[in-house]
Every structure is written in C-alpha cells, then in structure tokens.
C-alpha cells in the first residue's frame, strides 16, 4: 500500500470557536463545492429528515400527556421480546455477512483473477438474487426450499428425511445471504478490477503466490469494496423486513416494527420507537465500518490498465472453477428458477414440479402489463441515475474537500437504508399532500415524481457506499497532477475522477437500480393511479388472489429480465472503458 | 343518452313527473376514483362493467391493502383525490366513519334486506352499505391431508387436535380485518375465557401466523401448510382456479358483509353515487358470481337462480350461531389485536413447544392412565389458557383506552402504556408457557 498522505482528511477537530472561522474560510477556498453540498443537504432535509421526523416524533411523545419524554425508549429496553428480537437481528445479520462472504468471494475471485470465458455473464447472474420481486419470489422460494418445497418432498420421497431450510433464525440467515451477497460481489469484484497490478507484480518478484499473495496483498487491497459490501449486507438484513415476514419470525426488530406501524388505526409507539432505535444502530454499525478502512489508504496511482493480471486456468483447474461457481449459481438462483416454473406452470401444490404447462400467464401479462414495465424502467433508471449524481458528489464532498459537517452528509444519506418504506411514504404524504405544484396542478404527493424521489432516497445507500470505495481506491494525487497542468477543480472531476470511478459508479447504478425496480413498500402507499403504477404494483395486484399466482410470476420474471439486461449491459459498459484504457496505455507506452 | 342509465330508470319510475331533469341528474362525471383491498378478479370484472354502462367515465381502481387504504384516505384527507372505499373489513370503515372520513348516502336500489343472518347489513348511520356478505370457515388442501393421512377438519375446535399439530396456518387479528371478525365471533360464541382457550389450543398447533390475510389461502394453495382459518371466498375461488383445495363453514361463525362507502369531499360524487347503485344493483350483483369471485350476493332473489350453487344466507343454510356484538368487538378492537400477538404471534415458538408436549403427555396418559400425572397435565393445559386479563377488564373503556392512543382531545387523560401492559402480559404468558412445558414433561415421563 502506498502512502500518499494527503488525501486523509483531518479527524476530530475543535467544534466550538473554530467551527465559525472554519465556515468561512473553507466558503472562500472552495465556494462551488459548499453550494453542491448545501443544496445536497437541503435535499435530504426536505425528502428525508423532516417527511421522517413528521411520522416518529410521536417516539419521543408521552402519549398520555403528549409531552417530550424517553419513557418509550426506557420500554423498549425494559421489555423483553424487544430485547430478543434486537439480539435475533443482530445475529442474523453477522451471520449473513458471513455466509455471503463464503457465497461471494469465490465468484468474485475467480472471475476477476482468470480469464474465463462467460465472466460478464456470470456477474450478471450474480446480481439477479437481489431481484426477489414482492411475493412472488417469496412463494417460489417457498415451493423450492419450503417444508413441503420440491427439495424436502424428493428428499422425502428418496431418503425419508426433509431439512428444515426455511425455519426460525437459520432460515432467515440462508435466506437473506442468498438474497443479498450479491452487495458485497459487485463492490469486491469492482475493487478487485480497480486493484493497481504493478503491486501484485511486486509482490509476484519478492515472491509471493497463491493464498499468500492473496490474502497479504490482494484481499487488503480490496478492502474498501469488500467492507462496503459488507456494511451493505449488515445494514440490509439488519433493516429487511421481507424475509422475517416471508419466514414468518416476528421476534426481528424490523418486522417488530413493521407489524406495529402498521395494523388498522392502532398508533402505537413502540412501532417507531423501534424505526428510530433502527436508524441509530445501522449509523453506528456504518461508523464501524469506517472505523475499520479509516487510518489506511487504499489509493494507488495507476488506473486505466488495472485490475488483476488475468491469467489462463488449467484445464483440471478449469473444470473444478466451472464445477464451484456453476454449483454457487444453482443454489443462488434456484428461487428464480422456482418463479420461472411457476410463471409456466398451471397448477402448483403440494407436488415436485407444477402439475402441468401454460404460455397463458404471459399472453394474460403481456396485454396488461406495458405500462407497467415503462414505468418501472423509467423510475428505477431515474432514481439509480440520480443516486449515482448524489452519491459521486457526496463522495467526493466528503473525501476531497475540508468542508466542516461533511461527513453529515454522508451519515444522513446512509442512514435512509433504516428507514422503513411505510414510514418515508407515510412522511411524504403526512408533508406534500397540502403542497400543490405550480405548472403540475396536483399536489406533489400525488405526483409521479414522488415516487422517483422515494426510490433514490431509498436506494442511495447503496450507491453511496459503491461510490465512496471506488473513490478510496483513487490516489489524490493524480487530481493534483491535473490541476497543476491547469485543469479546474469541475474539469478535474469530470475528466480525472469519474472515469477513474466508472466501475463504482457503475456498481452503484446497478445496485440501485436493481433494487428500485423490485420495491414496494414505499411504492404501494405513493401510487395515486393505476397509470402511474410500476411492475412490483402489479405483481402485488395478481398476488392478491389465487388465479393470479402464475401471472404475477410471469410479471415477476419479466422484472428479473429488465434488470439482467440492464445489469449486463452495465457490464459490458465498464469492460469496454477497461479494454480501451488497457489499449490506450500499451499505444502510449509504445510512443504511438 | 344517459338517460338509459339504470339509476335513472329507477329515479323515473319512483317520481315519474320531471324525466327530463331526472336524466340531467343522472349525468355523471367522467372520472371516478375508487380505493379498494379487493383483488384483480372483482374489481376488473366491475370496472368493465361499469365504464360500458357508463361510456363516458373512467375508473381508476386504486389497490392498496385495508391497512394501507385506511392510512391513504386519512393522510390525503385535506386535499381528498378518492371518491369510494371499497374493502372486507366493517371496522376499517368504522375507523373512518370515526375520523369524520366518510360521507353519508341514502341508497336507491330497493330489495335489500336490512340483516344478513345476526349481522346489520348496512351502517346503521348510513355511512357505508353492505353488499356481499363472507363467512369465515376451513380451508385444507387435499394432497396435503391424504399425504399426511390426516382426517378432514370439521369445527374449529378439530383443529386443535394433536393430529393437526404444525399443519395450521393463519393470520393475526392486528394483520387482517377479517381473521379479527374470525377470532372477535369466537370470543363472543364460546366466551371470553373458553374462547382464548381454544385460540390458543389452535395456536400451538400453528405452522405459522401469516403477515397478511391472503398470506393463508396462498400457503394451502401452495402446499406449505395443510389447513387454514379463512374467509370463504379465498376458499371458493381457490377452489374455482383449481387448486386441489375444499373449504367448510364450522357451526360457530359469523356472516358479514363487505363494504363500500362515498369518501367525504369526493371529487366526483355524482359518478361515486351511480357506482354504489350499479353494484348493488340486480345487474352487479349477479357479477358476484363470477368464478373468480364467488361471494355471497346479498339480494336474496339470486339464491333461487343464479346463485343456487351458494349456500343461501338468508334462510340459514349457513349455521351463523353467534349473534356477532358490534359495539363489543368495537369497545376492544385494539386490545384483542394486541392479547392475540403478545400470547401467540410473537411467542408462538414458546406456546408450540408447551402445546406438543402436552400432546405428547396426554398421548402417554391415555394408553397408561395416571392420576396424579393427569393432575399435572390438566395444569399445564389451564396454564396455557390463561388469559392475562378477563372479559369485564377487556370492556372497561379506560383500560381499553391505554390501546386507542389517539386522544381527542388535549385534556384526554388515559393512565398507562401500551408497551407497559404487553411487557407484564409477556412475563406473564410466557411464565406459563415455560412453565406448562415442564409439567406436562413431567406428566409424561409419570405415564412411562
């Protein structure tokens, strides 16, 4: 690891008297990026913050007096079942980092380490898990690994024994893991690309190899993305209510607080008492996370021909590759293949495979469903495209200027995975339903847009934490280099930086994306017309009833395709920016 | 040409004098907004219907579930966009109605009957009208029984049979209106303390309590769990679609109608008025009977046509014992929520492990009676019943209050918390549970 210095910024610094002097100077040295970040801030107050605070501050009240008080908060540590259930989480969520860590690693490594026919492809089905449309991936999962799933019959049926893959704590572990490693995939394999080569060259000379070389200098190396991958899967499953509710384990805090905020007319409490409790604890397991990359860097010179040297596999080593990730593949994706049958098939219970074979959930799909799916194309890739804007310029506010507070920006943004759907939609309708657009004539909460900021506010963690580590791994002083040829701080950003980042950036959009499109809890409350619906909307429509199991997995399947298709050709994006780097470097280096 | 509309046929026929301002009355605008629970299936069905009688006017059919629907209208309300509510639940309406959401209207359509077995079909109020009436019963996959070689349920009180033991499924009175109505019935049918009783016989039994109501049909349907507590026509149109599924009414149940109101201040009343009149109509009401649909019309002339496949309602071809108490089920709505999630939503692993040891005690006893050990079984069983609170406590208004929260008005005073309470019914519930357990082990281990 180079030492480069600078780019550090200072720690904790003299809050007080300093703070005004701070202020202005750092408005005189650097006025454009102080009004970016002022009016990121502002954004994230009137979308975030304030829409949040006018659903939970009823946490702080004494519902008998209606006075401030923290008796609610003493309740929630006094009763038991929250006790548990804030334990059950918690474990639950480290396991999953665990597991998803054992799932990813081999497919990042082996795809960015080797060259390997179909690598793009495989990082494209790697991210699919992370598309579990509402529902209908819950009962697919159900009738692959459920208790009486395809699985547990054959096993039944061959060797008079079932395992109880979708039981109590363990099940919402495996589930979640296969469900959400795809976080920490992306941003390792990103990091891994971004890796400077001349180290491992290094390392090869002074003679280090295999697992060594790996585990000294690689893995280290890759760190920022892993551990941003890792905090996502933490903070995801930490926050995730689909799963419990899917198992059925309510002793969880998000489902605590779900199934308190809302049943009919109740307004207990504790339902936010527990969203607060929850945005406090994913920022203070954030901080660890810094904690745990702060003090390093990550940044090294070279770009443009990065990432690990490929090198040809053996053909016995080429099969046991194959043999692993085709193995992983199968296991991962197995819910999606559960819904693809389901979308085929007619009826499905109590039985291996469904009892027969149809194309008429996609004739009755198809007539209805367009709409739908130019919708969800359209809010997803806006909410993922502005996430990326937000993200990149959070970043870079937060680890190339001195602005004072900037890390604000950074907590706040991060802290939107905490919030449960309901209670941001309920803020917004509770905040802009009264505030009618000039030029759109209705009010903002009945907008389409609305749901669009929804999505990027939901979703910007993710690509926060993408950009953030791409922007670690990028040495400051190749900025430098460019402003003292005389580039403009906006010239060195738009020319240096972000192409230096595209793989970050690229890993975030998809993340964002990916997720936005398959998103419901905020979506269903925001919708105010069936023409404004997107796919997830549907899906929840046809799963209201029995008739519509096939269709609303056929709507399930087409989300699936969307976003595969956008995933790859994000892909196939950032390895051609790479190959025409790589080509760019060699014509220089030959003097062309 | 809107003068053909049914609602001014009707209109014409009552007061024949002015059809000329009849049919200008008639006239309806050309949007109508309605927030809805119900499925694809019914209201597709009733949207088409509607916009070809009514070729000027386009429905937009809003799909959020009741708890959703409920929390839309009430954060919407200064700026209201919906015309209609249209859900199961009577208490989501109740909640409305209460919150001054509702507007009142005076029905049309004639031939409706003001009951529907014990159940007052319409608002006594008139803020919202009934119009298809749902019992509640049992629903079991039939692959699922034969493979288990399990016998079929019967009454409720089958299904807390050792036999039955993990093949349960259901949903939680704070989740779904209607399991609510489905547990509130038996409470009023069986008593308060006999009632939880059984509930919580049944709930040992659970596989699982599901987040939402349809979260049951689906997971019968799916094979996942065997049997399931239900509404009927979740049952019938399973049926119908053709899952290998069948669907029983126990003899302690409830009818109640499904509801549709005007929302107040609706920005289209006049088109919401003609909805309300078109589905209660003879001509809506046979749509009911689509096999998607399958619930029970509430005019009672169909029974003797095209509804003849149904059991008819109004001649009590559905043994609806319980004379449901409204006011009851509304004095303790939040608190029966709340009973049923702390004893067995959310301590459910706690109850099944006391539920199968007793089972499995009781099942040593009967083959080696034991006295003594008998003693200690019929312990563990009155443990697991009790019920932290009993009925004359769940109908004091100011401990129901500590569950209501929202204070009307500044000078409200309600002494207590809701997470206070649940904390001392948690320790309590499962004290006993824990405790019920290790009798019952040690019941069993006497009997060997």
């Given amino acids: 690891m180079s030492a480069t210095g600078t780019s550090a910024p200072a720690g904790g610094r003299g809050v007080t008297g300093g703070l005004l002097r701070d202020v202005i100077a750092a408005w005189r040295q650097q006025k454009g990026a102080a009004l970016l970040a002022l009016a990121i801030f502002a954004f994230l107050t009137l979308f975030l913050i304030l829409p949040v605070a006018q659903v939970v501050y009823v946490a702080f009240l004494d519902a008998n007096t209606g006075a401030f008080t923290l008796v609610n908060f003493l309740d929630f540590f006094r009763t038991p079942l929250f006790r548990e259930s804030f334990y059950n989480s918690f474990y639950v969520s480290f396991m999953s980092v665990v597991v998803a860590t054992i799932i990813s690693l081999p497919l990042a490594y082996f795809t960015s380490r080797f060259n390997f026919a179909g690598a793009t492809l495989i990082q494209t089905l790697g991210v699919l898990p992370l598309i579990m449309p509402p529902f209908v991936g819950a009962v697919a999962m159900q009738m692959i690994f459920g208790a009486n799933g395809s699985i547990n019959l054959l096993l039944d049926e061959y060797f008079g024994f079932t395992i109880p893959f979708m039981e109590g704590l363990n099940g919402v572990i495996l589930v979640q893991s296969i469900h959400y490693f795809p976080f920490i995939l992306i941003n390792l394999s990103a990091s891994l690309n971004t890796i400077d080569r001349s180290l491992e060259e290094a390392a090869q000379n002074l003679g280090a190899h295999g697992m060594r070389l790996f585990r000294r200098i690689v893995f280290p190396l890759a760190m920022p993305g892993y551990v941003a991958g890792a905090a996502l899967v933490f903070l995801k499953v930490f926050d995730d209510l689909g799963t419990p509710l899917l198992l059925n384990v309510n002793t969880m805090l998000a489902p605590q607080a779900y199934l308190r905020i809302s049943s009919i007319g109740i307004s207990d409490p504790m339902g936010y008492v527990i969203s607060v409790m929850l945005v406090v604890f994913s920022l203070l397991s954030l901080w660890v996370a810094h904690l745990a990359t702060r003090g390093r860097d990550y940044a090294s010179v070279q770009k443009g021909g990065g990432g690990l040297l490929r090198r040809d596999l053996r053909p016995w080593e080429r099969a046991g590759a194959y043999g692993l990730i085709l193995l992983i593949l199968l296991v991962v994706l197995s819910p999606h293949i559960g819904l693809l049958l389901m979308s085929f098939g007619t009826i499905w219970s109590f039985s291996v495979l469904p009892d027969g074979f149809t194309l008429a959930h996609y004739k009755e799909v198809f007539t209805t469903a367009m709409p739908y799916i130019t919708n969800t194309l359209l809010y997803a890739g806006l909410a993922a495209l502005f996430d990326v804007m937000l993200a990149t310029a959070i970043a870079y506010i937060v680890q190339r200027t001195r602005l004072p507070g900037r890390h604000v920006l950074d907590y706040i943004g991060t802290a939107a995975v905490a919030v449960p759907g309901v209670v941001l939609a309920i803020g917004y309708l509770r905040t802009y339903h009264d505030f009618v657009l000039p030029g759109v004539d209705k009010p903002l909460a009945t907008w389409w847009v609305i749901i669009v900021v929804a999505l990027t506010i939901r979703r910007l963690p993710y690509a926060l934490r993408a950009c953030s580590a791409a922007l670690q791994q990028i040495s400051v002083t190749l900025e430098e280099a460019a402003q003292n040829l005389g580039a403009g701080r906006f010239e060195t950003v738009r020319r240096i930086v972000v192409p230096l980042m595209a793989g970050g950036i690229a890993a975030g959009f998809v993340t964002a994306f990916a997720t936005a499109a398959v998103e419901l809890s905020a979506t269903i409350m925001l919708v105010s017309s069936e023409a404004d619906a997107p796919l997830a909307y549907g899906i929840y429509v046809y799963m209201q009833t029995a008739a519509g199991r096939g269709p609303g997995a056929a709507l399930g399947v087409l989300a699936v395709i969307i976003v595969g298709v956008a995933t790859w050709l994000s892909h196939r994006f950032v390895e051609r920016q790479r190959t025409q780097a790589a080509l760019d470097e060699r014509m220089a280096a030959q003097g062309v | ?448």
């Fill in chain 2, 1 to 448: 040409m809107l003068a053909r509309t049914f609602m001014a046929a009707i209109m014409a026929s009552a007061v024949a004098l002015l059809p000329v301002s009849i049919a200008k009355a008639a006239e309806i605008e050309n949007k109508l907004v309605v927030v809805t629970s119900f499925p694809k299936d019914l209201t597709g069905v009733f949207k088409r219907a509607f916009e070809a009688k009514y070729p000027g006017t386009k429905v937009d059919m809003l799909k959020k579930k009741t708890t959703a629907g409920v929390k839309y209208i009430q954060e919407t309300a200064s700026n209201n966009t919906s015309d209609i509510f249209w859900a199961s639940a009577p208490d989501a309406f109740e909640v409305l109605k209460g919150d001054g959401l509702l507007a009142q209207y005076q029905v049309q359509a004639k031939g409706i009957p003001e009951k529907i077995g014990a159940f007052p079909l319409n608002d006594p109020d008139g803020y919202y009208k009934g119009f298809a009436a749902s019992g509640y019963g049992i629903m079991w996959n039939t692959r699922y029984l034969k493979a288990k070689k399990l016998p079929e349920p019967k009454e409720w009180e089958d299904l807390a049979k050792p036999v039955y033991f993990g093949h349960v499924g259901m949903s939680a009175p704070s989740r779904s209106g209607t399991t609510h109505l489905t547990v509130e019935t038996v409470l009023q049918g069986l008593g308060w303390e006999k009632g939880w009783a059984l509930w919580k016989a049944i709930g040992g039994n659970l596989k699982t309590v599901t987040e939402r109501s349809f979260g049951v049909p689906s997971g019968v349907n799916s094979g996942e769990f065997g049997i399931g507590i239900v509404i009927d026509f979740f049952g019938f149109s399973s049926k119908a679609t053709g899952y290998p599924v069948e669907f029983r009414y126990p003899s302690t149940t409830a009818l109640v109608p499904a509801n549709i109101a005007i929302v107040k201040n609706a920005p289209h009343p006049k088109a919401a008025a003609a909805f309300i009149e078109f589905v209660l109509s003879p001509e809506g009401q046979k749509l009911l009977l689509d096999p998607k649909i399958q619930r029970l019309p509430v005019r009672p002339e169909l029974y003797d046509g095209p509804a003849k496949h149904l059991p008819n309602p109004f001649k009590g071809e559905i043994a609806a014992s319980v004379a449901f108490d409204v006011k009851k089920s509304k004095a303790r709505y939040n608190l029966v929520n709340s009973l049923f999630d702390v004893m067995i939503t959310y301590r459910l692993d706690d109850l099944r492990a006391a539920t199968k040891a007793i089972h499995e005690a009781a099942a040593a006893l009967a083959s080696k009676p034991n006295a003594e050990a008998q003693k200690l079984l019929d312990e563990a069983r009155a443990l697991v019943a009790a019920v932290p609170i009993d009925e004359a406590k769940s109908l004091d208004p100011a401990f129901a209050s500590i569950f209501k929260k929202k204070r009307k008005k500044k000078t409200d005073k309600v002494t207590g918390r809701q997470a206070e309470v649940e904390q001392q019914w948690d320790a309590m519930v499962k004290a006993n549970y824990e405790k019920a357990r290790a009798l019952a082990e040690k019941a069993k281990a006497m009997a060997q």
